[in-house]
């Protein structure tokens, strides 16, 4: 079974940093590249981050450029989310997720590619 488990969250003032980890279980973590989403109250969910197989290639949206940086540990079977100078509008649940089998690097964005979800992790950033 396929199981993604986001943990890290939490509330912290604008300006400040976060980790989010993913630990990763049920599949062959290596072979599959894989991405972060968040989903603000109100808003639908949309494209953070994505790393390939061997971290070779990263992706980003526009909104966290800069600021975000995505790694992955594949003896760990994990991926990391490190939030920095973080803003109010980064308030939302965020979601690892893995592509279907066979899911080649490229259109990161593209939510119907990712067939396995976390449960997510609340990230808050309030004065």
């Known amino acids: 079974e396929v199981r993604l488990v986001e943990s890290g969250g939490g509330l912290v003032e604008p300006g400040g940093s976060l980790r989010l980890s993913c630990a990763a279980s049920g599949f062959t973590f290596s072979n599959y590249n894989m991405g972060w989403f968040r989903q603000a109250p109100g808003k639908e969910r949309e494209f953070v981050a994505a790393?390939?197989?061997?971290?070779?290639?990263?992706d980003y949206a526009d909104s966290v450029k800069g600021r975000f940086t995505i790694s992955r540990d594949n003896a760990k079977k994990t991926v990391y989310l490190q939030m920095n100078s973080l803003k109010p509008e980064d308030t939302a649940v965020y979601y690892c997720a893995r592509p279907a089998p066979g899911s080649p690097w490229g259109s990161n964005d593209y939510q119907a590619r990712y067939d396995s979800w976390g449960q997510g992790t609340q990230v808050t950033v309030s004065s």
């Open positions: 790393i390939s197989r061997a971290a070779s290639y990263t």
